[in-house]
């Protein structure tokens, strides 16, 4: 994983608590972990691409063909 082996990852535990507080460290795990699902669903979805004219411009190039 990246060369990381068990020594240095308990290391960077350690120093992430130190950081950040036994406290906070569920709120930063949930926030990481919306964050890893939203970039997920943003990647899977499809691009959405709206071409529908909008009724104002249907009525507008009415108006002016008309006059």
């Known amino acids: ?3 990381l082996g ?3 990852l ?3 535990l350690v120093i ?3 950081i950040f507080g036994a406290g906070r460290l ?3 795990g949930d926030g990481i972990g919306r964050g890893i699902r939203s970039f997920r669903k943003a990647v899977k979805t499809p691009d959405e691409i709206d071409i529908t004219p909008k009724k ?3 009525e507008a190039a009415k108006k002016s063909d008309d006059a």
């Open 1 to 3: 994983m990246f060369g």
């Open 6 to 8: 068990a020594a240095e």
């Open 26 to 28: 569920p709120e930063l």
């Open 16 to 18: 992430v608590l130190i």
């Open 56 to 58: 104002d411009d249907d």
């Open 10 to 12: 308990i290391i960077i």
